[in-house]
Each structure stands twice: as C-alpha cells, then as structure tokens.
C-alpha cells in the first residue's frame, strides 16, 4: 500500500503532462496504480487521493523536507524531475535559482516530486539519496549537489560509493543516519508513491511543471519540458493576485 499523502500533499493538484521533444520520456506503458485513484474536477484539473495509512515519521519528515517557502505563500509550484534525466539537469542549470528566489522570499510554495524512469537505471538511487537527504532536512543541498553532479553518477554501474560521498560534503549532514536510511530503502516507498501517483494522472515524462494547478504545455498541449517558462508562470499567478 501506498503511504498516506500529508495534509500539505493533499491540497496539491496533480495535472496531466504529455511528454515534449525536451524532455526524458518512459519507454514503458503507463497503467494506473492499484493504491491511488484520480478524478477529475469541473476545471479539467486532476485531484489525487490515496487510501489512508499510518503515519510514518520518516516519510512524514522526507515528504516535509522537499518543500520550501513560507507556509502563508498561496502559491504552489511543483516540479516532477529525475535526477537521471539531463534535461531535468538542463532545465535546472538553466532556470532553477529563478525559482527558488521566490520560494526562498516566501512568494511561492516549492515542491519536488520523485519521477524515475525506468529508462535511467540510476534514478531510483539518486532519489533515494536525496529523500534521505530530506529526512535531515537537507533535500535541497542534495538536490543541487545530485544535479551538479550527474555526470559522475549517472553511467556508474554502482552509484552508491558516488552518492556517499556526495551525501558527506553537504554541510551538516550526519551521514550514519543517512547511510542506514538508505540501506533500508526508509524512503523507497515514498519515491514509488510519488511516481505512481503521477503516473496515475498520465505523467509520462520529465521535468514536468504545474502552478498553481496550472500545467504548463505548450500550444499544442504537450509539455515544454526543459523550455518551461516557470518564471514566466510565476509572475502571471503573483500579478493575478494583485
């Protein structure tokens, strides 16, 4: 069974996202997963619910770990990556610390969402790493280190030896907690909920971006991928505010 959304996750939208000429897309089929469910709303957006379970304190604090902002900002923006994916890793060189200004001035809401394609073999660890990362409230130094980093990892046959010490040089980390974490998978089933919640809804590809519920597509509906315009986005949900 899937682990319960928080009551922050419960109040994001999930939105379809079709997969774009930039961006990292899955080479297998997509079915919708047994534990969580989608319906749609009058606005054509999708809204996820999961069955409840108990809460878990690793979970509840991986999950909390990888949102940033203040709680007051009324906008949400989320990001569907994979740390695998170069052209998660292009869109992030690109137009990331954009974002996270806002996030880190309290204008938005930011939140990361797990999305492994099985066409990367190491995304799956990579994420690993980072929700254990999270759990120490360290997600988004990981973040930037796994990103900054990707080409080192990526093509390895053993990531794990790469990703620990990738884990120790971010400041503050204890790095025993985090390497029985990951040892333990303590965040595994967190990852999987992530990517079969969204697979649910019909992600098929990465990096994929809503705000404020919002996809961003383009005109002809598909995603933009690594040319997203988040900011561009941003500015109109802050200006419709005013």
């Not at 990367?120 to 690993?128: F, G, Y």
Request: net charge positive; glycine share 6%.
């Amino acid at each position: 069974m899937l682990p319960s959304m928080t009551p922050i996750f419960r109040r994001l939208l999930a939105v379809v996202l079709g997969a774009g000429l930039a961006a990292c897309a899955r080479s297998d089929s997509s079915p919708k997963a047994p534990n969580a469910s989608a319906t749609n709303s009058s606005n054509g957006t999708l809204s996820l619910s999961a069955p409840p379970v108990a809460r878990d304190s690793i979970t509840d604090r991986a999950d909390r770990g990888r949102i940033l902002g203040a709680e007051s900002a009324k906008i949400w923006v989320i990001m569907v990556s994979d740390f695998e994916c170069p052209y998660c890793k292009q869109w992030h060189d690109a137009s990331f610390l954009p974002v996270m200004d806002y996030a880190q001035k309290g204008k938005i809401r930011l939140a990361f969402i797990n999305f492994p394609l099985s066409i990367h073999p190491n995304a799956v660890p990579a994420a690993e790493a980072a929700m254990c990362a999270s759990v120490q409230n360290k997600f988004w130094p990981m973040h930037e280190a796994l990103f900054a980093s990707q080409s080192q990892w990526a093509a390895l046959r053993d990531p794990s030896p790469k990703l620990e010490s990738i884990a120790a040089a971010v400041a503050g980390m204890d790095l025993p907690a985090w390497k029985t974490c990951v040892a333990k998978h303590a965040t595994l089933a967190l990852i999987e909920a992530d990517h079969d919640r969204w697979r649910a809804a019909g992600v098929v590809a990465t990096p994929g971006f809503s705000v404020n519920g919002k996809l961003l597509t383009n005109p002809d509906g598909s995603s933009p991928g690594a040319g997203a315009d988040v900011v561009g986005a941003i500015e109109a949900a802050l200006k419709a505010q005013r």
